[in-house]
């Protein structure tokens, strides 16, 4: 358990410069002194990204420490459960997400039986890990069925939620009841379950504050720099329209919010990342824009243009990942690449999502398999970025030849070693429009908990059980998850070398190029294991699937082989890294553990579901 410090309350460096603008929407009239709120972020054992909780809890405690409110985030571990840690709390906060969610509504239950004034409140507002459940089209429908199933659950607040939040905060403190008043809340009152008519507020990024950060001061290293990587946001929303994405269509709801993007000032937001260089010392940011480049066009290139002008004329040295459309990529010459790299943009995350032509057609992809395929060997061939692709091997149109089209495309783009480009499966969102057409075509499977993605069979049964078997190898096989974490990890140090931040390690540069050679092949070597695997399920599938067989194939080529290669790739990283050391050139700057999620980690979600590990 691990919580933040009482003096994170006394600190306004987040908000300080947002409470004296006036006619900030977020100022209440009277602060709220005595109003006392815990936010609670679970974490499972193995969990990779134990400490990074949602932004969403950053922004609320701002804005309730901005009213003189006070704000504890407490990050638990789901077998942990101490009476004490709830009390004395006016409002407890809740982030669902479809991997916890189980764990979460049996936390409420426990801390309703024990506490039974307590007043237990969800919300999501912004998305973490992709995830916004109350953010979705029928997210008030949804929110009304859940506060029914779940008597412990007081209050859901639907889509963004930081007017409706201190709107709440205030409400409560003051001792009235008038939730009717607040935007976009579903809330009891005289035992029935009730929904406001306000629609959401959308967020006003000119008065919103920066995010608390309530962890950071405890991670100083002695070199003078801060470990943790930070989310950090300029936008919400997406202009791309892919039928399976919540992004484009989260809150936008009856006379609220009408534009499926909306952003921060550009020089506003890099403020918020020298406030965290110069204070925090951090290096490593991660941008969760859905698409940097947003707004579309001329625009949003121009807007990226601006991102880096701000960062190299403040003289800020980091290290930088961001969102970015295959498309965007076509549109960049290479001195603007160039430029991005000159600014610390390290990691580009480019959502390729299919080497199928009929698939992509389906999620309504702007992209095709042909720019996919161009764009990421450019960039490959570019060098000094990480590529770091966003592709799903399953969804319900898939049929089982497509799986070997599929591996041929990933191979050929040599993208076949990230187990996760192999494994995952589509996930589909209540509510969304990709939901809507498995709807129609009868391949969603009918699901009476509504509070996880949406089930769903393949349109060729075999597919099933390809799937199914893959998908278990990150718990059979321990070290595929750990490799997948590994590999992600030396593919970033290669990036980072070419980052300035790193020019002393430029000298070493023999060193380096012995590593990258190395690690070039071991993710053939990867790819190839991971390639054959299930290239060999696929033609055990097209026969009569035996689970004896499939055991079979993993014992042979999985369960020695993989964790051989991560050995072997461990070991080149640290000699590297104690190479450079040696040579007294500091390696603080170059590696970061890679984050991932629950669902990549510890579920199974073949056929859309969530089997939990």
């Known amino acids: 358990m691990i919580s933040s410090r009482s003096d994170c309350n006394e600190s306004d460096i987040f908000w300080k410069s947002f409470s004296t603008k006036p006619c900030n929407p977020y100022m209440l009239n009277s602060s709220i002194d005595d109003f006392k709120c815990l936010f609670i972020h679970l974490s499972k054992g193995r969990d990779f990204s134990m400490y990074d909780y949602p932004i969403a809890y950053g922004y609320m405690a701002s804005l309730l420490r901005m009213n003189h409110g006070k704000a504890k985030i407490l990050i638990l571990d789901v077998d942990e459960f101490n009476k004490d840690s709830f009390v004395g709390y006016d409002l407890i906060c809740f982030f669902p997400m479809v991997a916890m969610i189980y764990e979460m509504l049996s936390l409420t239950r426990k801390i309703k039986a024990s506490l039974p004034d307590s007043k237990i409140c969800f919300f999501n507002s912004e998305q973490h890990q ?48 008038r939730f009717a008043e607040i935007p976009s809340i579903v809330y009891r009152e005289n035992g029935n379950i009730m929904s406001s008519e306000k629609p959401i507020e959308p967020v006003n990024f000119e008065y919103l504050p920066f995010p608390s950060r309530d962890f950071l001061e405890n991670e100083y290293l002695p070199q003078g720099h801060s470990l943790p990587s930070v989310r950090i946001q300029s936008s919400r929303g997406c202009i791309s329209k892919c039928l399976y994405c919540v992004e484009s269509s989260s809150n936008i709801d009856r006379d609220g919010r009408k534009t499926a993007w909306l952003g921060r000032d550009i020089k506003k937001f890099v403020d918020e990342i020298e406030l965290l260089f110069s204070r925090f010392k951090i290096i490593f940011f991660n941008v969760i824009d859905s698409s940097f480049e947003d707004p579309v066009g001329k625009n949003g290139i121009e807007r990226m243009a601006q991102f880096c002008d701000e960062i190299l004329k403040r003289k800020i040295t980091a290290s930088f990942k961001i969102h970015v459309r295959v498309e965007t990529i076509s549109k960049l010459d290479d001195n603007y690449l160039e430029m991005l790299k000159s600014a610390g943009v390290d990691i ?31 960039l490959d061939k570019f060098e000094k970025f990480f590529p770091l692709m966003g592709h799903m091997m399953f969804s319900p149109y898939l049929e089982l030849e497509d799986i070997l089209k599929k591996v041929e495309f990933l191979t050929k783009i040599n993208r076949g070693w990230d187990y996760l480009n192999m494994s995952n499966n589509l996930l589909v969102y209540p509510g969304t429009a990709y939901h809507s057409m498995i709807l129609k075509d009868g391949l969603a499977i009918e699901c009476e908990y509504l509070f996880s993605t949406v089930p769903y069979r393949y349109i060729d049964d075999r597919v099933k059980n390809v799937a199914n078997e893959i998908g278990n190898l990150k718990i059979r096989c321990s070290e595929v998850a750990g490799l997948y974490v590994l590999l992600h990890d030396v593919k970033n140090i290669e990036a980072r070398y070419y980052n300035k931040i790193n020019r002393h390690l430029w000298e070493n540069k023999d060193s380096f190029e012995l590593y990258k050679s190395a690690i070039n092949n071991i993710l053939n070597r990867a790819q190839s294991v991971y390639s054959k695997y299930l290239v060999d399920l696929v033609e055990l599938a097209k026969c009569s699937w035996s689970t004896k067989k499939a055991d079979e194939i993993f014992k042979e080529q999985i369960s020695d082989t993989i964790p051989k290669i991560y050995s072997i790739t461990r070991n080149i990283k640290n000699n590297f890294i104690e190479d450079c050391e040696s040579k007294g050139l500091s390696t603080k700057k170059l590696s970061l553990k890679t984050w991932m999620s629950l669902i990549n980690s510890q579920v199974n979600t073949s056929g859309g579901s969530m089997q939990c590990l």
Request: hydrophobic share 40%.
């Open 130 to 177: 992709h995830e916004m459940f109350f953010c979705l089209p029928k997210a008030r429908e949804f929110a009304q069925i859940i506060m029914q199933q779940n008597p412990s659950i007081d209050i859901i607040l639907v889509g963004e939620a930081e007017k409706a939040f201190i709107l709440l905060c205030e409400s409560i403190a003051k001792k009235s009841k």
């Open 348 to 378: 580009l995350v480019i959502g390729v999502e299919s080497g199928v032509e009929r698939e992509l057609r389906s999620y309504k992809k702007r992209t095709t398999v042909q720019m996919n395929i161009d764009n990421i060997k450019r």
